[in-house]
């Protein structure tokens, strides 16, 4: 049985006319006011024209018994939107499993290039490269329908792109230990003061979300 929502903000204009008739057609569940740690459903932004809340997370009714908890952080200086955060409840089988327990699927991260005036010219001489060709004639032949999975055309589509980056396009030098960037101007030390003591709510706030 769904737990009834609850909300401090009982207006509903038609925007949210439309997400509820959307979350209905596709068996979707909001998280806000169902779950602990917001069992009232709390506002998610103040701003001077008044309050809100329009923001959301939004799961699928088959995976909203994984939602243990659902906080609507403070509001911030920094955005009229109050930070959401939720707790997802995994089987410990996962964690343990072989098809998962590779660190390079989960953090080998796509290349990066750095694009610059000149980078027009020569991505575009280097799709028309017979290398890249005969990569885009392969995809072109692909049998959609006979290929079990859609992430094996993405793949090769992402194929094509950056073997033409790599012809073409310098790469993004990440330098570990570079220097610290300078503040912008504006930002003095009663900023830096602000950002330190947020810093610190938001850490005892993530330890202890139930803790008003």
């Given at each position: 049985?769904?737990t009834p929502?609850?909300s401090f903000d009982?207006n509903?204009?038609?925007?949210?006319k439309?997400?509820?008739?959307m979350?209905?057609s596709?068996d979707?569940?909001?998280?806000?006011?169902r779950?602990?740690?917001d069992s009232l459903g709390?506002?998610t932004?103040?701003?001077?024209?008044g309050?809100?809340?329009?923001?959301?997370?939004?799961?699928?009714?088959?995976?909203?018994?994984?939602?243990?908890?659902?906080?609507?952080?403070?509001?911030?200086?920094?955005?009229?939107?109050c930070q959401l955060?939720?707790?997802?409840?995994?089987?410990?089988?996962?964690?343990?499993?072989?098809e998962?327990?590779?660190?390079?699927?989960?953090f080998?991260l796509?290349?990066?290039?750095?694009?610059t005036e000149?980078?027009?010219?020569?991505f575009?001489s280097?799709?028309?490269s017979?290398?890249?060709?005969k990569?885009?004639?392969?995809?072109?032949?692909?049998?959609?329908?006979h290929v079990?999975?859609?992430n094996?055309?993405?793949?090769?589509?992402?194929?094509?792109?950056?073997?033409?980056a790599?012809?073409?396009?310098?790469?993004?030098?990440?330098n570990k230990?570079s220097?610290?960037?300078?503040?912008?101007?504006?930002?003095?030390?009663?900023c830096?003061?602000?950002?330190?003591?947020?810093?610190?709510?938001?850490?005892k706030?993530?330890k202890?979300?139930?803790?008003?």
């Open positions: 049985m769904v929502r609850k009982n509903v204009n038609d925007l949210g439309h997400l509820l008739e979350c209905k596709l979707l569940r909001i998280l806000n006011g779950c602990k740690g709390k506002i932004f103040h701003g001077n024209q309050f809100s809340t329009v923001d959301y997370i939004i799961v699928s009714h088959e995976i909203l018994h994984r939602f243990e908890t659902f906080v609507v952080r403070e509001p911030t200086p920094f955005s009229d939107h955060l939720s707790w997802i409840k995994i089987d410990s089988s996962l964690l343990n499993s072989k998962t327990s590779n660190e390079d699927e989960f080998n796509p290349r990066q290039f750095k694009w000149d980078s027009k010219d020569s575009t280097a799709l028309q017979d290398e890249i060709n990569l885009i004639h392969d995809f072109e032949i692909l049998n959609f329908d079990g999975d859609v094996e055309i993405v793949d090769k589509f992402i194929k094509i792109l950056e073997t033409a790599k012809h073409s396009l310098p790469l993004v030098k990440v230990n220097e610290k960037r300078h503040s912008q101007i504006w930002f003095d030390s009663d830096s003061n602000v950002r330190t003591l947020l810093s610190r709510l938001s850490h706030t993530y202890n979300p139930f803790d008003e």
